[in-house]
């Protein structure tokens, strides 16, 4: 009788331990893809939900809200990129899977003990998002090409009357590096402003003003109409003087040359030219019968500056010479000084 009653008692006891069992088991399945309260996932508490009302969470409160409209503006225009254009998605699945296997851990009377007790499972998992690839920077090449001004050298130009100078002026160009971070961030947080002011930084010419000036440090102008002959230091002008140039039929060219090379007291290298007559192709040394006199600046191959005789004097302020430009010695010799080879020289 008693080892009956001691069968029918662990018969019984493992009875209800089968059945206990079984409703644990039963129970932990009900939940297999519940996440455990406290998990969070892109910063969203999706805490004892089930795996398709946490998705529905998240599409709601973390991707939602990104999907919007971006606006940069850049040197007084807009610049739109909308939700089409950016195509933002998140692993939304990849996370979740995440979530729910995080939240199984453990054996199944822990597992169980945790839920019913509420038990916080303290677990922030991230949530990577995505947007369409390259969309970035073609916004910001699109919005760098309408920003950019090129910036503008200085330059000088001649003209009978004087020397104009264009002064220089710094361009423009778009901070892109900035832009891209501003647009990354707009697109994957939603707490920044969807309307991004893009910067622009200075682009410097290559020849400033001052660089400009400093580089010409001498400049002249030929004014065969006037007869005068203009300098220029650093592109101001500082002397003039009365000059002759070429009569009629042997003018002095007209154009923009340089001083080619100079000459203290030159020979006269004669032209091979009919007005030279017997002379043609002479030299003639420093002396009474060289019209060349004290100084001498080629600027166009046989043409150039020089002195004159003081006999000859009267030819100043007329069309008088072969081609050449001719001065007053003391005038030749104050311009040489000041004249480095290189020199432009303008014919009007």
């Known amino acids: 009788m008693k080892r009956r009653i001691l069968i029918i008692g662990s018969a019984t006891v493992l009875l209800v331990l089968a059945a206990g069992a079984g409703a644990l088991y039963a129970y932990d ?28 969470r998240l599409i709601e409160r973390a991707v939602a809200p990104r999907r919007r409209t971006l606006t940069v503006h850049a040197a007084g225009r807009t610049f739109a990129l909308a939700p089409g254009q950016s195509r933002l998605t998140a692993d939304l699945d990849v996370a979740l899977e995440r979530a729910r296997a ?12 945790h839920d019913v007790t509420a038990k916080r499972l303290p677990e922030s998992l991230p949530l990577k998002l995505h947007y369409a690839p390259g969309v970035v920077p073609r916004l910001v090449a699109t919005v760098a090409d309408a920003v950019r001004r090129a910036p503008r050298d200085a330059s000088v130009s001649p003209s009978a009357t004087g020397l104009t100078v ?37 682009v410097a010419p290559k020849v400033s003003s001052t660089q400009l000036a400093q580089k010409q440090a001498a400049y002249i102008i030929v004014d065969r109409h006037d007869h005068v002959l203009r300098f220029y230091q650093h592109l101001k002008l500082t002397h003039s003087w009365p000059i002759a140039v070429g009569k009629q039929g042997l003018e002095t060219p007209k154009g923009l040359y340089d001083v080619q090379w100079k000459q203290t ?71 040489y000084a000041r004249t480095p080879v290189g020199t432009p020289v303008y014919v009007a």
């Open 166 to 202: 264009t002064p220089s002026h710094p361009g423009r160009a778009l901070n892109e590096s900035a832009l891209k971070r501003a647009l990354a961030s707009a697109l994957v947080f939603p707490s920044h402003s969807a309307d991004i002011p893009a910067t622009t930084k200075p």
């Open 265 to 335: 007291n030159p020979s006269w290298y004669v032209p091979n030219s009919a007005w030279a007559g017997k002379l043609a192709g002479k030299v003639i040394p420093p002396g009474p019968d060289d019209p060349i006199k004290a100084r001498w600046m080629a600027f166009n191959g046989g043409a150039g500056i020089h002195g004159i005789d003081p006999s000859e004097y009267s030819s100043i302020g007329h069309d008088a010479s072969h081609g050449c430009v001719r001065m007053r010695i003391p005038e030749v010799i104050s311009l």
């Open 102 to 113: 995080d939240s199984r851990r453990g054996w199944l009377g822990e597992r169980v003990l």
């Open 29 to 56: 399945s009900s939940r297999s893809d519940v996440i455990a309260k406290g998990v969070t996932a892109g910063g969203v508490d999706v805490g004892g939900l089930s795996v398709d009302a946490a998705r529905a």
